[in-house]
């Protein structure tokens, strides 16, 4: 990582552009997926996560920074929150691009798509998912079922 010369925070701000949304949009480097990345000197961060831990403090273990403004290029502290991997999982389904899914309340076998029920997760596309519960808990009671039949079978 080279030496730099300025201050972090210095040459952070250099790098943002307050739109009238309120956001911080983030015009230096990025991802694909929009967020902005940022070297603090000593690695290469988010842009997001370097804004939130200077205004804000140390990110939580176990805890991600959720945009509340839904915009990956915005570094605006006020739009930022710590959430746990599961709670933005849920808020990217919810308030992610359109999907007929999303409408469906409950899973194909009757089961509902709620709070208690529900699993979300990123697919192998990178999108977020969702899961019943109540299945993924008989299908796995049906998998032991089996290998304990298989190796009865055995003995």
Known sequence: MPAYKTEPIKRFLK???????????????????GYGRFG????????????????????????????LCHNPKCVNPDHLEAVTR???????????????QREKTHCPKGHPYDEENTYYYRNAQGNI??????C????????????RGVSDAIS
């Open 86 to 100: 599961e709670e933005n999982l849920k808020r990217q389904y919810f308030y992610g691009r359109a999907d007929q």
């Open 40 to 67: 603090n000197g000593e690695r290469v961060v988010g842009a997001h996560c370097f804004s939130y831990e200077y205004f804000k403090g140390p990110i939580p273990e176990g805890y991600e920074i959720d945009h």
């Open 129 to 134: 998912a969702r899961q019943c519960k109540t």
């Open 15 to 33: 790098h943002v552009n307050i739109a009238e949304s309120g956001c911080w949009e983030w015009t230096g480097s990025g991802t694909k997926a």
């Open 136 to 147: 993924m808990r008989l299908r796995e009671r049906s998998r032991n079922t089996i290998k």
